[in-house]
Antibody, heavy 115, light 110 residues
Framework: QVQLVQSGAEVKKPGASVRVSCKAS????????IHWVRQAPGQGLEWMGW????????GYSQKFQGKVILTSDTSATTAYMEVRSLKSEDTAVYYC????????WGQGTLVTVSS | QSALTQPPSASGSPGQSVTISCTGT?????????VSWYRQYPGEAPKLIIS???KRPSGVPDRFSGSKSGNTASLTVSGLQAEDEADYYC??????????FGTGTKLTVL
């Protein structure tokens, strides 16, 4: 079945970077884009950006432009999201999702930023 | 790009119907048919329940229906069941080639 499996939880210090992976299976990886969505504790969903797994083209929400870098490795059927210059307010669960529409979703990766 | 506006909460008794609105602008919902809805249980990832305004993915009960009028999309849940209690989010494509989510609605089954 179509599945996205994300890497495990991370704890980072302010100013550090974090990379989250999203391993796809059950379909031809390059035929769908991968989107990334953030959910801060107790808050709603926030669309961050997307990557074409075919061409590598990316698009970002203005809020995350320059803060986030999206990449993908077709041979590994894996998409990656790097968040730079982490601050406490970046503490959140980060999801990847195939799309559009966003289906399915990965299980989410909790990134905690704390000194 | 501002988030789409949803009511913070909605509620209904078992068997009743409830409609959740999602208000955007002519730059998103008003222009595109690419409006989708997601259900999220606490501690879980969201799940797609409606795509392209009114399409139900395989496995989603026909109790869930979607519609759109102007800049506002709506999700209707008919025959409410206890398992429908969750957070619901809308999403839309926008004229700036990005996506935006709604503020989210907590549905309570009384």
């Amino acid at each position: 079945q179509v599945q996205l499996v994300q890497s495990g939880a991370e704890v980072k210090k302010p100013g550090a970077s974090v990379r989250v992976s999203c391993k796809a299976s059950g379909y031809t990886f390059s035929t769908y884009a991968i989107h990334w969505v953030r959910q801060a504790p107790g808050q709603g969903l926030e669309w961050m950006g997307w990557i074409s797994t075919d061409t590598g083209k990316t698009g970002y929400s203005q809020k995350f432009q320059g803060k986030v870098i999206l990449t993908s490795d077709t041979s590994a059927t894996t998409a990656y999201m790097e968040v730079r210059s982490l601050k406490s307010e970046d503490t959140a669960v980060y999801y990847c999702a195939r799309g559009p529409p966003f289906d399915p979703w990965g299980q989410g990766t909790l990134v905690t930023v704390s000194s | 790009q501002s988030a789409l506006t949803q009511p913070p909460s909605a509620s209904g008794s078992p068997g009743q119907s409830v409609t959740i609105s999602c208000t955007g602008t002519s730059s998103d919902i008003g222009t595109y048919k690419y409006v989708s809805w997601y259900r999220q249980y606490p501690g879980e990832a969201p799940k797609l329940i409606i795509s392209e305004v009114s399409k139900r993915p395989s496995g989603v009960p026909d109790r869930f229906s979607g519609s759109k009028s102007g800049n506002t999309a709506s999700l209707t849940v008919s025959g409410l069941q206890a398992e429908d209690e969750a957070d619901y989010y809308c999403s839309s494509y926008t004229v700036t080639n990005i996506y935006v989510f709604g503020t989210g609605t907590k549905l309570t089954v009384l």
